[in-house]
């Protein structure tokens, strides 16, 4: 889904967000406790043309005081950020509508009037831009046909679902044929079967419009499904910031290991690890899955040696197009030719044999 472009969509260059408390605002004396709060420490940060990224962080994060500052609702308290080679900082009122026409906003909970059919509030933010009438009804029916909603331009938002809703949102957005869209939590309030569509619709905006896509979320699921990149916020700081493959497979930091383990599935726990210990008495090893490595490999190794594995925990999930995972198989057959398979397996470290370490209630790594 990346392109190659001559320059990043967005630049964030060294910028600091702070929201003042009550001290500041209402002119207290020096003594009286700070409450200011500092909601983007330093972010410096390219978001790439024509990219899909996902920015995921837990509540307070930084993630929607990002989102403000990329559709100049915001600015920055220092630092620059910068849109389509624009610097915002600075800008009048008049040259930052003519900015946020290129920005398309998709919402958590739709932001839909309720007083206006489909149609109606599809067009809204054309009408607001003074186009003419006819070209209004034109590039409605256009991006309904596109979200698959064109027989319900007449309905009104309480006689759709919540994922027609969504895609009403999503045509909203586009209409206005902006080069950069945000979603900001715009899967959070759907099941998961609506969740997959409107990812599958994102990716198509993607891939046929070249549409820079910004992905504001706390499910790394959805970072999973759909991103190139990944940025992880952790206290107003850019924790992890790379490839959604990259970040998935080898997560660098606690807020970014807690996040991959809730959309990819590793190692049993220990309590887990007990259940299948009394299930599976044969050794138990946990293989790392990727595009380089993956069953039929941990096949070749197992029949090669005359044991037999069997898969009883984890999973194998796709990010970026490409396998990762990890997969607990439960080895049976000879000791020795047991020791020899796990020996294989283990060479380079992306293998290891289970056990729980009672005294830590932990799963730890034995030696075979």
């Not at 796990?342 to 030696?367: F, I, K, P, S």
Request: glycine letters at 10%.
């Amino acid at each position: 889904m990346t392109r190659d472009r001559p320059h990043p969509h967005v630049r964030f260059r060294d910028v600091v967000k702070v929201y003042p408390g009550r001290r500041r605002l209402l002119g207290l004396r020096a003594a009286a406790p700070d409450t200011s709060r500092r909601a983007l420490d330093g972010i410096t940060l390219d978001i790439p043309q024509g990219s899909i990224l996902g920015i995921i962080g837990h509540s307070g994060a930084g993630k929607s005081t990002l989102v403000r500052l990329i559709n100049a609702l915001d600015t920055p308290t220092s630092g620059s950020v910068i849109v389509d080679g624009t610097d915002l900082t600075g800008l009048g009122e008049a040259q930052l509508q003519r900015v946020r026409r290129g920005i398309g906003m998709i919402f958590q909970h739709f932001n839909l009037f309720a007083s206006r059919t489909v149609a109606g509030n599809v067009g809204y933010p054309l009408r607001v831009a003074g186009r003419p009438r006819a070209e209004v009804q034109a590039r409605v029916a256009e991006v309904l046909e596109f979200v698959g909603l064109s027989d319900r331009a007449r309905s009104y938002s309480s006689q759709l679902s919540g994922g027609q809703k969504q895609r009403v949102g999503i045509a909203r957005a586009l209409a206005s044929s902006p080069t950069l869209l945000l979603a900001d939590e715009a899967t959070s309030a759907l099941d998961p079967e609506t969740t997959a569509d409107i990812l599958g619709l994102l990716t198509r905006i993607n891939e046929e419009f070249g549409t820079t896509i910004v992905v504001i979320t706390h499910e790394m699921a959805v970072v999973r499904e759909i991103c190139d990149s990944v940025v992880v916020l952790d206290g107003g700081r850019v924790a992890e910031h790379g490839s959604a493959y990259d970040v998935f497979s080898a997560p660098a930091t606690p807020a970014g290991q807690a996040f991959v383990a809730t959309a990819v599935k590793g190692e049993p726990g220990p309590a887990a690890l007990r259940r299948l210990q009394e299930r599976h008495p044969g050794t138990l090893v946990a293989v790392r899955i990727d595009e380089d490595f993956g069953s039929p490999e941990v096949a070749r190794i197992l029949d090669g040696r005359g044991v037999t594995g069997t898969v009883v925990h984890g999973d194998v999930a796709e990010v970026q197009n490409r396998p990762l995972g990890t997969l607990t198989y439960a080895l049976s057959g000879p000791q020795q030719a047991v020791a020899e398979a796990v020996a294989a397996l283990t060479a380079d470290g992306r293998a290891r044999v289970l056990a729980v370490d009672e005294a830590a209630d932990r799963v730890a790594e034995v030696t075979v």
